[in-house]
């Protein structure tokens, strides 16, 4: 082709025509095709078009820059706009757990608040573990790119960059990737200009920064009608890093510093590329020798912004350096910072930083600034409130003091000083005061077996936590492709089950929760003669163990294995009681499936699961699910609190449990987390216990380590 019409390549798989001033683009790269000669190129989804002779760059703006982005001046108003208020309620809509590799959280803070200015994740191992991360940050600004795409696009990519040195990466490690999005081009050079001037401002930037772009998304027209998008380039920056240096800007702690340091601008608005630098290379040192708390790059929201959202995670204040009349006018607060940085600190600053100290935090929740002070609730019900009608968090009020229960039983009662194993004859009350026996045969390394059902998620999660305590662990990934395949893996299943000392349903969404609710396709599996057989076989005569997080919770309630402990016929009432009398995981009061991180209180240690816990004992939790309220009737909790059954509540952080959606995030009656069987051998929780490692959730406070693994490791040995 390049002979025959001097074509040549220059873009992915786009080529150019001079001889026709024609551009071929092919909209998915990977379908261009070498035919048979050698040499004609096949286009399986081409766009053909042609550039205007003169493309015509759009004149720099008259209107001064700051004018494009006018910001409320009122805090209230400021964070409750559009472009900066919360998206917690559309952020909880994701998995942010699933991997056990996210070093920071997406809100974080006790409260669960601050977002941080990058995503933050450790390289994903089978074995063992890594400090090594990855970064990757966005900026874009739609009403800077419609003033002018040279702008926009320039100030896309030093945002993300900004924010990527904010959470911790090193400026020089970054390398971009870009996504354009322009009107439709047609014919006209004035059109022709927006991506052209906006290529020119990004190319600028990643000159000056010494920065390479990898790759990029190519953009289809986007115009409908008269209508049109405007010129977008959005900027994403990726870098490797470590896990130990990412930083997180909510504020950490009363009475430290708070510093701003800001990079100058030229005449055209532009930063000074080289102090941005300089800049960078020095907050990361300081980073690196853990002078600095925390940290945030600011933007378009400004100062105000940057303090109330770094104050929201742990309800920590600020105060104003100078207040009064040797203050900051408030019209100085709101305005937009970009290139600029919010640094929380214990010790003086180097003087060549350039830092100015703003202010100090205090254990008060207000902000005092300009002769204002707002308090953090006012404030944050005004970041929350504008997207609440669309992606809800608060969900329906419920009443639920009747529930207010705290189901820790005293530590006397409950024989917590040797682990139980009680034959399946004692009753619930004998077991809270009698001595547990372990199986009669000791095993070193015991076997666990894991399956893999289409949709489960957490397979290698678990399997990588019960490998770290001891044991020897093997995924089986149960095909349904064909009827073959089914009758293959249930008779695989079946047999593994004998051969395992452990039996460990992960988490997921099993045949995408359907039909008719979450764990259907497993619990079905379950109820299959040979699997039950050997299921039952496990615990009634071999001391074995069962476990079900999240999705195998629902299929471990859905079958009877709890509360019960025996595989229960249908869920049509055929050999279980009555369904008023038959816990059950429903869907959560919001609605909608939630990520987010609760503290769970550990309430009875009877189970071997829960043997190296003491009562009492506080865990933070990732949460990942759609249907995990568990519903009883108020006389099936009664019998389950009095055996000892319910294992694990949803508390605050003083160990209280509680109805609020902030604390009991799927509205659990009783706040009830997980339960045990009678014999305290087959246990299920929601929380994903396996997601937990080194510095994974950095912004979440609390004990990320449950030590359920282990102690079912343990009860072999």
């Known amino acids: 082709m390049a002979a025959r019409f001097g074509a040549f390549r220059f873009r992915n798989d786009d080529y150019y025509l001079p001889s026709l001033d024609l551009f071929i683009e092919d909209l998915h790269d990977e379908n261009v095709l070498i035919g048979t000669d050698g040499e004609t190129l096949i286009f399986i989804d081409p766009v053909l078009f042609r550039r205007p002779a003169d493309v015509a760059a759009p004149a720099c703006p008259s209107s001064f820059f700051q004018s494009t982005i006018d910001n409320p001046q009122s805090a209230i108003a400021l964070l409750s706009d559009l472009n900066h208020c919360s998206q917690k309620g559309l952020g909880h809509r994701f998995d942010g757990s699933v991997g056990a590799g996210t070093v920071l959280w997406p809100f974080g803070g006790k409260h669960q608040l601050t977002p941080p200015d990058a995503m933050v994740a450790k390289l994903p191992l089978l074995e063992g573990d890594t400090d090594v991360c990855t970064y990757m940050s966005w900026g874009f600004n739609p009403r800077i790119s419609s003033w002018s795409p040279f702008h926009g696009a320039a100030y896309a990519v030093t945002e993300s960059v900004c924010k990527a040195v904010a959470a911790g990466a090193r400026l020089s490690d970054i390398r971009l990737t870009l996504q354009e999005y322009f009107p439709k081009l047609g014919n006209d050079p004035a059109r022709w200009g927006l991506p052209f001037a906006a290529l020119l401002g990004a190319f600028h930037v990643q000159h000056e920064l010494r920065l390479a772009a990898i790759g990029g998304k190519d953009s289809m027209s986007g115009s409908f009608n008269e209508l049109d998008v405007p010129p977008t380039l959005v900027s994403f920056a990726l870098a490797p890093g470590l896990a130990s240096l990412a930083l997180s800007p909510e504020f950490k702690k009363a009475g430290s510093k708070v510093s701003l340091v800001t990079v100058p601008r030229d005449a055209d608005q532009l930063p000074d590329f080289a102090k941005l630098k300089d800049l960078a290379a020095a907050l990361h040192d300081l980073n690196a020798a853990g002078h600095l708390l925390s940290m945030k790059a600011l933007g378009s929201g400004g100062l105000l912004h940057a303090l109330a959202t ?27 910072r970009y290139f600029s940085f919010l640094l929380e600190h214990e010790s003086d600053l180097p003087a060549a930083l350039g830092a100015t100290l703003i202010g100090h935090t205090t254990a008060e929740p207000v902000l005092t600034f300009a002769s204002e002070t707002h308090a953090l609730a006012d404030l944050q019900a005004a970041w929350e409130g504008t997207l609440e009608p669309v992606y809800p968090t608060k969900g329906g009020m419920v009443d639920g003091r009747s529930q207010m229960v705290d189901l820790e039983m005293p530590r006397a009662e409950l024989g917590t000083s040797t682990i139980l194993h009680p034959p399946s004859a004692i009753s619930g009350a004998e077991r809270s005061s009698s001595t547990i026996h372990h199986p009669p045969s000791t095993i070193s390394r015991p076997k666990v077996l894991i399956p893999a059902f289409p949709g489960t998620n957490s397979e290698y999660d678990s399997a990588k936590a019960f490998r770290e305590a001891g044991a020897d662990a093997e995924i089986l990934v149960f095909r349904n492709l064909t009827s073959r395949h089914i009758e293959e893996s249930l008779e695989a299943f079946a047999r593994q089950i004998r051969r395992s000392q452990i039996l460990m349903f992960p988490g997921g969404f099993s045949a995408g929760d359907e039909p008719d609710g979450s764990a259907k396709f497993i619990a079905t599996i379950i109820r299959n003669p040979r699997v039950s057989d050997a299921i039952m076989d496990l615990l009634k005569n071999r001391d074995g163990l069962v476990l079900g997080i999240c999705n195998g919770f629902q299929a471990l309630i859905k079958t009877g294995l709890v509360p019960y402990g025996e595989i229960l016929e249908d869920q049509e009432g055929h050999g279980r009681p009555a369904r008023e009398h038959t816990p059950t995981l429903v869907h959560n009061d919001i609605g909608r499936h939630i990520s987010c991180y609760a503290t769970t209180k550990v309430v009875s240690t009877t189970s071997p699961w829960l043997a190296l816990c003491q009562p009492g004992d506080l865990h933070a939790i990732p949460l990942s699910h759609g249907e995990g309220k568990f519903h009883a009737s108020d006389e099936v909790i009664a019998d389950l609190a009095r055996n000892g ?37 087959v246990f299920g929780k929601m929380g994903h216990t396996e997601r937990s490692g080194t510095r994974v959730a950095k912004n979440i406070p609390g004990e990320k380590h449950q030590p359920i693994f282990a102690a079912g490791v343990k009860w072999f040995s």
């Open 310 to 336: 770094s104050a929201f995670g742990n309800a920590i204040g600020f105060v104003e350096h100078k207040r009064g009349a040797g203050g900051s006018p408030a019209a100085e607060w709101s305005t937009e």
């Open 645 to 681: 059954q319910i294992a694990t509540q949803y508390v605050d952080e003083k160990g209280t449990p509680s109805m609020d959606i902030a604390i009991n995030p799927n509205g659990s009656r009783f706040a009830i987390e997980g339960i045990t069987s009678p014999c305290g051998r």
